[in-house]
C-alpha cells in the first residue's frame, strides 16, 4: 500500500519555479493498470495539451488553487475540493485561471506499456 497526503504536495516548493511541474507517482510501485501524477500549473498555465485517451479512465482531485478544466469544448470552474472524472475519449485539460498555483493528483487506468493519449487541434 501506498498513501498519498494531500497536504505533502501542498506545501511542496515547485521544483521549477514559474513552470508547470509534473511528477509521475506510481512508476517505482510496479503498478499494472494505474498511472498516477502530481501536477502543479502555474497562473496562466495549461496543464498539458488539450486531448484524450482512447482507453483510460481519469480522476483528477485538485489539493490547490482554482482554475478551469476544458472537457469537449465546455469550460468547467474547478477548485480545490473537486473530484474530476473524465471518461475514455473525453477530450480534456486543466487550465490555471487564478494567480496562485493549482495542484491536482491525477490518477488514469492504463494497459502496461501502452500510452493512449492522443492530443487534440
Given amino acids: 500500500m501506498k498513501m498519498f ?3 505533502e504536495f ?3 516548493e515547485n521544483p ?4 508547470v511541474y509534473k511528477e ?3 512508476t ?3 503498478a ?18 488539450y486531448h484524450y485517451h482512447e482507453e483510460g479512465e481519469h480522476v483528477i482531485i485538485i489539493i490547490s488553487g482554482e482554475g478551469t478544466e476544458i472537457v469537449n469544448g465546455e469550460e468547467v470552474p474547478i477548485k480545490a475540493g473537486d ?3 473524465v471518461p475514455a475519449g473525453e477530450k480534456h485539460t486543466t487550465v490555471n485561471t487564478s494567480d496562485r498555483d493549482l495542484r491536482y493528483l491525477g ?3 492504463c494497459t502496461p506499456g501502452k500510452r493512449d493519449m492522443v492530443k487534440c487541434t
Fill in 5 to 7: 497526503r494531500s497536504g
Fill in 10 to 12: 501542498i506545501n511542496r
Fill in 16 to 19: 521549477t519555479p514559474g513552470s
Fill in 24 to 26: 509521475e507517482l506510481l
Fill in 28 to 30: 517505482d510501485l510496479d
Fill in 32 to 49: 499494472q493498470g494505474l498511472s498516477g501524477v502530481f501536477g502543479l500549473v502555474v497562473p496562466g498555465g495549461k496543464g498539458g495539451d
Fill in 83 to 85: 473530484v474530476l472524472f
Fill in 107 to 109: 490518477f488514469r487506468t
